[in-house]
């Protein structure tokens, strides 16, 4: 809406809207942005430079998590590849350097099913379901590890 009446050139009530989304939302990145050009453009240059500021402070912040988040998704495929690839101690100890989370402890759990630590295996599953009780996948999963073993 704020940017619709920025565009029907309502600039005031325009701030006056994105300044009530950043009292919700104060981390709202493109607020401050969209605030900061408002003002800008009708000569508040100390405010503008007020939320110019808090735009780069979360602009930044987020571009560290973004990449934060691709880096932990590249280990992730690199251990579902090593366990593709049958590299399994590799697999076990990249899994086990990653933050505790739902995709490292599955790929924990398989590592460790490969490598014969069934024990090992169920007990990260079960973390799994303690977090998830809806995961069926897992309790398929834990079903055919069952049924693998035998009685």
Request: charged share 30%; aromatic share 6%; no cysteine.
């Amino acid at each position: 809406l704020a940017r619709a009446l920025e565009g029907a050139r309502r600039q005031a009530e325009a701030i006056e809207l994105y300044r009530a989304v950043l009292e919700a939302a104060p981390e709202f990145l493109q607020a401050h942005y969209r605030l900061a050009r408002l003002y800008r453009a009708s000569d508040q240059a100390g405010l503008s430079a007020v939320h110019l500021e808090r735009f780069s402070t979360l602009h930044a912040a987020h571009q560290k998590e973004t990449r934060a988040e691709g880096r932990h998704v590249a280990r992730l495929n690199r251990g579902w590849s090593l366990l593709r690839e049958g590299r399994v101690e590799q697999a076990l100890a990249l899994f086990r350097e990653l933050p505790p989370g739902p995709e490292s402890l599955r790929g924990l759990a398989e590592a460790l099913h490969r490598s014969g630590d069934r024990d090992g295996a169920r007990r990260a599953i079960e973390v799994l379901l303690e977090a998830d009780p809806e995961r069926f996948d897992l309790r398929l999963l834990l079903d055919q590890w069952r049924l693998e073993e035998g009685p």
